[in-house]
Nanobody, 124 residues
Framework: QVQLVESGGGLVQAGGSLRLSCAAS????????MGWFRQAPGKEREFVAA????????TYADSVKGRFTISRNNARTTVYLQMNSLKPEDTAIYYC?????????????????WGQGTQVTVSS
């Protein structure tokens, strides 16, 4: 089992940047595919990005491609989401998640463990 704690959210103006972090407990962090999801008020939770166990082959939602970068540090058991050129429509609670499967997933139901979320608000 793994516990996930997100940090780094906040209020930023459109065009600005934020870096989210997700710290994982346990010594098996490198056994999990890691993903970031977000949920805006009144909307379903949606996929943002995912990265393989070894930090290769990142995949992104079309809405964030070219602006967001997912990375991980297995030695520090942490996954990151660098968010640049933020837009008001990026406003949401951002969640990190861990998936025991080998393949990169983009569906909420594929992920086994979730953090509590961190709020990101982008003002226009």
């Amino acid at each position: 089992q793994v516990q996930l704690v997100e940090s780094g959210g906040g209020l930023v103006q459109a065009g600005g940047s934020l870096r989210l972090s997700c710290a994982a407990s346990g010594r098996t962090f490198s056994s999990y595919v890691m993903g970031w999801f977000r949920q805006a008020p009144g909307k379903e939770r949606e996929f943002v990005a995912a990265i393989s166990r070894q930090g290769l082959s990142p995949t992104y939602a079309d809405s964030v491609k070219g602006r967001f970068t997912i990375s991980r540090n297995n030695a520090r058991t942490t996954v990151y989401l660098q968010m640049n050129s933020l837009k008001p429509e990026d406003t949401a609670i951002y969640y990190c998640a861990a998936d025991r499967a080998f393949e990169l997933g983009s569906s909420v139901r594929e992920y086994d463990y979730w953090g509590q979320g961190t709020q990101v608000t982008v003002s226009s």
